[in-house]
């Protein structure tokens, strides 16, 4: 079945560092691709997504395009700050199918 | 704002007693879903409604039920609870089942 594979963590960096958290899938088809945040003690709140190859999605300064030759949905920040400290969860969805998400990077930016 | 609203944001019962955990939504979508979250795991799909329209996951245990008496409501009940079903339920929408899915900040249950 379709499955996501995310970065290992905790990832741990200094404020203004550039932040990487890659995720890769397996589906048999063109699944939409998300990224969602959850701040301690909140829900998941959708950060970007992307709905076909080459897309972008982009929001408060992170970034991630879906790669269809890598199968690929790396998130990056070009200068993280303390209030991204987060747990960030990769997911997909094909159709109707159920969102199908990544174990989850847990990521602490230090001042 | 249209949104995801869950009450209580934290819930204890005691063992064996029966709990009920509130979902609204003001996005008028037509796909209302639970999912249970334990402490470092991603969110597990309980069920879903798709307008009146029951969907459960195989692996739902019978302990969890579900309501939804109009479009803007969705309530979950545990019968029983267990030790176990301690988690952070979340409540997600979607305009239908192939649409984006909004989160809403979920009802942390303590078993005691």
């Known amino acids: 079945g379709d499955s996501v594979t995310q970065m290992e963590g905790p990832v741990t960096l200094s404020e203004e560092a550039f932040l990487t958290i890659n995720c890769t899938y397996t589906?048999?088809?063109?699944?939409?691709l998300f990224w969602y945040v959850q701040y301690p003690g909140e829900g998941l709140q959708l950060l970007l997504k992307?709905?076909?190859?080459?897309d972008k999605g982009s929001n408060k300064g992170f970034e991630a395009t879906y790669r269809k030759e890598t199968t690929s949905f790396h998130l990056e920040k070009g200068s993280v700050q303390v209030s991204d400290s987060a747990v960030y969860f990769c997911?997909?969805?094909?159709?109707?199918?159920?969102?199908?998400f990544g174990q989850g990077t847990r990521l602490t930016i230090n001042p | 704002d249209a949104m995801v609203i869950q009450n209580p944001r934290y819930q204890v019962t005691q063992f064996g007693k029966p709990v009920t955990l509130s979902c609204s939504q003001t996005?008028?979508?037509?796909?209302m879903y639970w999912y249970q979250q334990k402490s470092s795991q991603a969110p597990k799909l309980l069920f879903h409604?798709?307008?009146?329209?029951?969907?459960n996951e195989a692996d739902t245990p019978d302990n969890f039920q579900s309501r939804r008496p109009n479009t803007s409501f969705c309530f979950l009940d545990i019968r029983s609870p267990g030790l176990g079903d301690a988690a952070m339920y979340l409540c997600?929408?979607?305009?239908?089942?192939?649409?984006?899915?909004?989160f809403g900040p979920g009802t942390r249950l303590t078993v005691l």
């Open positions: 997600a929408t979607s305009r239908d089942p192939t649409d984006t899915q909004y």
């Open positions: 589906a048999t088809g063109y699944p939409s």
């Open positions: 992307a709905t076909k190859a080459d």
């Open positions: 997911a997909l969805k094909q159709g109707a199918q159920k969102l199908v």
């Open positions: 996005l008028n979508h037509n796909v």
């Open positions: 409604y798709y307008d009146k329209d029951f969907n």
